[in-house]
């Protein structure tokens, strides 16, 4: 069965592509990277890991990108991902990474964006943690994958019956008090939470309150990408980079965007 176009199956087991054979860190060392995260945010520019590359690989577009992460999500939730060897292209992925997008979701085990949006290894880059809020590490993380790695598309991933959004509920409607480090965890998920659940009438039940406070909690956390000063803001703001929400429904397997 054909495989499924993607920048590493497209070759005969074994081949590298051209551009694909300097390793990533022989094209953006360290300090070339901390060089443009420290440039001012007039004078930042994007400078994709493949730059220097004869060869540059295929250009794909923050909207060409959604699209194709829908159409892989609308197989996912009929049940038909499309059949494809997990070690083709193997080789080429060693040397270099170029997935179009960046995903930052919960990291709740029923949830995994690869299999949500049936795309194979190396095609997405994602970042995860309960609650899926953008913290210092994490906008990090997307720094890196826009700047470096170059993709075209962020997108903040939420789901149905998050417990994380549960459990800040809780805490804002009934002062519970939570152990360890579960509290800051709260405290960065209340900024886009608790408008939602002090603006619920006396009528909205339990569930309703749920899902909106998360697609609260999402829409927050694309706020703080979009203020995340200077890589994210200025390639948002630019539109190099699509910044996009969704919900991910645990028991259809549906990503709806928000």
């Given at each position: ?85 997990p070690m083709a292209g193997r080789d080429a992925r060693a040397r270099a990474q ?43 993380s997307l720094e890196y994958a826009v700047a470096v790695l170059g993709v075209p ?106």
């Amino acid at each position: 069965m054909p495989q499924p176009s993607s920048p590493y199956t497209s070759l005969p087991t074994g081949d590298t592509p051209q551009h694909c054979t300097r390793p990533l860190h022989h094209d953006i060392r360290r300090r070339s990277f901390l060089g443009l995260l420290g440039a001012g945010a007039t004078s930042l520019a994007i400078s994709p890991a493949w730059a220097a590359d004869p060869l540059p690989r295929p250009v794909v577009t923050g909207d060409a990108a959604l699209a194709r992460l829908m159409a892989g999500n609308a197989r996912w939730a009929a049940g038909k991902p499309e059949a494809r060897d997990p070690m083709a292209g193997r080789d080429a992925r060693a040397r270099a990474q170029y997935p179009i997008a960046a995903i930052i979701s919960c990291a709740d085990s029923r949830i995994a964006p690869e299999l949500a949006f049936d795309q194979g290894p190396g095609e997405v880059f994602v970042v995860r943690l309960a609650g899926n809020f953008a913290n210092d590490d994490g906008i990090a993380s997307l720094e890196y994958a826009v700047a470096v790695l170059g993709v075209p598309l962020v997108m903040v991933l939420g789901h149905s019956g998050c417990g994380a959004v549960s459990a800040t509920i809780d805490v804002i409607r009934n002062g519970t008090i939570l152990p360890g480090h579960l509290p800051g965890l709260i405290d960065a998920m209340r900024p886009g939470i608790e408008p939602v659940v002090l603006s619920s009438g006396v009528d909205r039940t339990a569930a309703d309150l749920l899902a909106d406070a998360t697609i609260g909690n999402v829409r927050h956390t694309l706020s703080t990408l979009a203020d995340a000063t200077p890589v994210l803001s200025q390639a948002i703001a630019d539109t190099r980079v699509k910044a996009v929400g969704g919900i991910y429904d645990i028991a259809t397997g549906k990503v709806t965007l928000v």
